[in-house]
């Protein structure tokens, strides 16, 4: 009897340890439940879910459309452009051919030029120093002409008011005891009738000289280009 009472007594120990463990499973559950409630109430509903699916299907689908689009637009963009650079190239090489063939144009000129420029500067020096000839010569018929025209002006005055002497100034008379005496400049060779010295009128003595400077110039020019 002992045993029973004792066995007894642990059963009735042991039952209530699982019903208190039952008891707090129990609220455990009640309390997970409250919580899966409020957060389904938070969440949307099946129809809610149901329209959002077929709006996600719709925006994925227009996704697709328009990657599709921009695709096949940088296919073809990026077509002609290989066509662009492609002909940039044709022209490139166009351009290229024609320098080579103006730069071979122009050298084969130069090269040309080059051979003949000794002759073509044997012609100008000929025609510089025809041309210097021909101004010496005309330089000297200019002074003859002078000369003779100067001569028979002289000629003329004479005619007709006698040989011209100079004319003393009351300086001069004042002081002719101190005055040096007067030394005639040498006559100038002439080509033409009368190679006499001229102090007036036309063809002075200055310009006889500028003449000379101007023929012995003219005659060195010719030297030189011998």
Avoid at 128 to 152: G, M, S, T
Avoid at 162 to 188: C, F, H, I, N, Y
Avoid at 198 to 219: P, V, W
């Amino acid at each position: 009897r002992a045993y029973y009472e004792e066995e007894v007594g642990r059963l009735q120990a042991q039952m209530k340890r699982v019903a208190k463990d039952a008891d707090a499973r129990v609220a455990d559950l009640r309390a997970e439940n409250a919580e899966l409630r409020t957060a389904l109430s938070d969440k949307m509903t099946r129809a809610e879910r149901d329209a959002f699916v077929a709006d996600a299907s719709a925006f994925r689908e227009t996704l697709e459309h328009e990657t599709a689009r921009a695709r096949e637009e940088m296919d073809r963009h990026r077509q002609r452009w290989e066509r662009d650079v492609s002909r940039v190239h044709e022209d490139i090489k166009d351009v290229r051919a024609m320098c080579d063939e103006r730069v071979k144009a122009v050298d084969a000129a130069v090269a040309a030029h080059e051979s003949s420029d000794h002759l073509r500067v044997d012609a100008v020096e000929a025609e510089l120093h025809e041309a210097n000839k021909e101004f010496v010569d005309d330089l000297d018929e200019l002074a003859r002409r002078q000369r003779d025209l100067e001569q028979r002006w002289q000629e003329t005055n004479e005619a007709l008011r006698g040989p011209r002497k100079p004319r003393e100034t009351v300086r001069d008379l004042q002081w002719s005891e101190t005055r040096a005496p007067e030394v005639a400049p040498p006559p100038v060779a002439s080509a033409g009738k009368s190679g006499s010295v001229r102090h007036f009128g036309m063809g002075t003595t200055r310009d006889e000289k500028g003449l000379a400077r101007s023929r012995a110039r003219g005659a060195a020019a010719l030297r030189d280009g011998h």
